[in-house]
C-alpha cells in the first residue's frame, strides 16, 4: 500500500508534467484517464481564479488570448499554498516577459493595478487615524511622529497611465484600449469597505513609501518636499489624513 505522501507526489507530478506515474485513482477508470480529469479540473480552477483577480487585464486580449496566457502561467507558476488568495502575484511580472503580449506593454501595468487592488481588499481591518488623532499626537511628539500605512495600503509606481483605462475596461461599456503617455503614482487603498485607487504626485509617492519604510513624518517631509508636487505636499496631506490612509505604527510584543 502506498504512503499518502508518497502517492500525492506522484499524483502531483503527473497532474503538472504529465504521464501516467501515479497509481489508478479509481476503480475501473484507468490512470491515464483519472489524471487527465484532475489536470483539466485544476487548470480550470487557477484560469477561473486569475480571471477573476485580473478582470480588466481579460478584457483587454480577450478571454481566449487570456485564457492562453493563463495555462501558460500555470505550468510556470504552479500554485504552492492552501489557498487560491494571492495565487497570481507573478502574472504581471510574467506577461512583461510573454513574448505574444510584447505589442501591449502596458499590460503589465494594468495586471500589477489589478493584482494589488486584489490583495488590499483582502488585507487585514485596521483602525484609521483621523485628523483629531493625528494632531494630538503631532503636539507630543513633534517631527518625531511616527505612523503607519493603512495595512491595506499599496503602492504603485507604472510606466503607463493605466488608471483610467484599467477603470474603462471594469465598466458596462465597450473595452476601452485608450491610453495617456507617461506613467503615473498610485495608492491602492482599503480604510472601510471599497478599496479606492489615488493617483499621486511625485511628492506625495515619497512621502508614503518613506512612512512605509518607518521614516518618519518630519523625515519622511524632508526627503519628498522637493520632489515634483511638493508645493501641494500639504494640502495632499490633509486628504490623504481625512480618506483613513494612516494607522499607528505596530509595536513589537513585549519579551
Known amino acids: 500500500m502506498h504512503e499518502l505522501a508518497e502517492v500525492q507526489a506522484r499524483l502531483s507530478a503527473s497532474i503538472r508534467n504529465g504521464g501516467v506515474i501515479a497509481p489508478m485513482l479509481t476503480p475501473g477508470i484507468p490512470a491515464e484517464a483519472s489524471i487527465a480529469i484532475y489536470r483539466n479540473n485544476m487548470y480550470a480552477r487557477f484560469v477561473d481564479a486569475l480571471a477573476d483577480t485580473f478582470p480588466a487585464t481579460q478584457r483587454i486580449v480577450g478571454a481566449d488570448f487570456f485564457r492562453f496566457a493563463a495555462l501558460e502561467f500555470v505550468d510556470a507558476h504552479p500554485c504552492r499554498s492552501g489557498t487560491l488568495i494571492g495565487y497570481g502575484r507573478e ?12 505589442a501591449l506593454a502596458y499590460l503589465t501595468d494594468v495586471a500589477a493595478l489589478e493584482f494589488l487592488h486584489r490583495e488590499s481588499y483582502h488585507a487585514a481591518d485596521t483602525p484609521a487615524l483621523d485628523a483629531l488623532a493625528l494632531h494630538e499626537m503631532a503636539a507630543r511628539d513633534g517631527d518625531a511622529l511616527r505612523v503607519a500605512l493603512h495595512a491595506s495600503g499599496r503602492l504603485l509606481e507604472t510606466r ?17 484600449l485608450q491610453l495617456a503617455a507617461g506613467g503615473e503614482r498610485l495608492l491602492i487603498v482599503r480604510p472601510e469597505a471599497e478599496v479606492t485607487v489615488f493617483r499621486l504626485s511625485e511628492a506625495a509617492f515619497v512621502l508614503l513609501a518613506a512612512i512605509r519604510d518607518g521614516l518618519s513624518v518630519g523625515d519622511a517631509l524632508a526627503v519628498s518636499a522637493d520632489k515634483e508636487g511638493g508645493q501641494d505636499l500639504t494640502m495632499d496631506l490633509a486628504q490623504l489624513i481625512s480618506s483613513g490612509v494612516f494607522t499607528l505604527p505596530q509595536t513589537d510584543p513585549a519579551p
Open 160 to 176: 503607463y497611465r493605466v488608471l483610467e483605462l484599467w477603470r474603462a475596461n471594469l465598466a458596462d461599456s465597450p473595452p476601452s
Open 91 to 102: 502574472f504581471p511580472g510574467f506577461l512583461r516577459h510573454f513574448e505574444p503580449a510584447h
